[in-house]
């Protein structure tokens, strides 16, 4: 199958209406039925972001190429209007308020996927295989969405009790928690995951404050791990965010290798790839909250 371009115009839906509308573009994949789909939520640190960024073009094409649709998505962007630019984050005020903006953004994309399910048929997908994808801000919020289906929060109401994404591709992500460590009260869906442990922007282990805040790939795949879900994790070494958008050109395979076994093929997986690149040297892993902080909005 030839190569698509995702930079030819998509078809344009508007999934939440009002006075703050949210629109997804369809960017469909050649031949005729119902294709699988990725839905995809971008990155900016839950206060910036387009879901039509260049950067993000090359993963939409090797999708498409594959016959995958692509739907990439708005969110409400909580951080953008939460907090002061002239003034200090401190790690109280930035946790709560953090929380509140990653389920904003968990909660839109579990509503994009509403729209898809209902709409399937006029789309023409596939509603048995819709992966969930994102890069880090993006990542995150698609992480908490599966977190929210398999908990049957109310976050995920308007989600048959049945249903459950076929995958979850997630680039430097994490879920956020104000009960201590995340819990999964059902199996989640196969779930990848790329992340540096040199990450200053989103935590690779975790980065709390009395039990509330992130936990990163690193955690998630301990549990998934002790949990016996299908998992795929790649860790790499002394990386840093750039592991939000290196994938989405340099490890086509990878992520095609995960689709094909255990999302299609449904295989259990479980496997740690721990990645040491040539040429980089050993730097900093280990951050606090306010780290974090600084380095997204200070």
């Known amino acids: 199958m030839a190569t698509l371009s995702a ?8 999934f939440v209406e009002g006075e703050k509308p949210l629109y997804l573009d369809h960017y469909r994949a050649e031949g005729e039925g119902y294709h699988p789909c990725v839905l995809f939520a ?59 903006s990653v389920n904003m953004a968990a909660e839109d994309v579990l509503r994009a996927l509403d729209y898809i399910l209902i709409n399937a048929v006029k789309m023409g997908i596939d509603i048995s295989y819709i992966v969930a994808s994102g890069s880090s801000a993006g990542a995150i919020a698609v992480l908490q969405a599966e977190n929210h289906i398999v908990n049957r929060s109310h976050y995920a109401k308007n989600i048959s009790a049945d249903y459950n994404f076929a995958g979850v591709i997630a680039f430097a992500g994490a879920i956020y928690s104000i009960l201590g460590e995340p819990k999964w009260s059902d199996m989640p869906c196969p779930i990848m995951m790329f992340h540096g442990n040199a990450d200053r922007n989103v935590p690779y282990r975790k980065a709390t404050i009395l039990a509330t805040g992130f936990y990163g790939s690193d955690y998630i795949a301990e549990q998934l791990h002790e949990k016996g879900a299908t998992y795929y994790f790649h860790s790499a070494h002394y990386r840093d965010h750039d592991l939000a958008l290196s994938p989405l050109t340099d490890n086509h395979d990878e992520i095609i290798a995960f689709i094909e076994r255990c999302i299609l093929g449904k295989e259990q997986v479980q496997h740690t790839n721990e990645h040491i690149a040539e040429g980089i040297e050993p730097c900093q892993t280990e951050f606090s909250v306010q780290d974090y902080l600084n380095a997204n909005y200070n």
């Open 42 to 100: 971008f990155g900016g640190g839950f206060s910036h972001g387009n879901r039509a960024d260049e950067r993000y073009m090359p993963y939409f094409d090797m999708l498409l190429s594959r016959g995958f649709d692509v739907v990439s998505i708005d969110y409400r962007l909580g951080m953008a209007y939460a907090l002061d630019p002239e003034k200090e984050v401190g790690p109280i005020e930035g946790a709560w308020t953090m929380y509140r």
């Open 7 to 14: 930079q030819t115009k998509p078809t344009t839906y508007c």
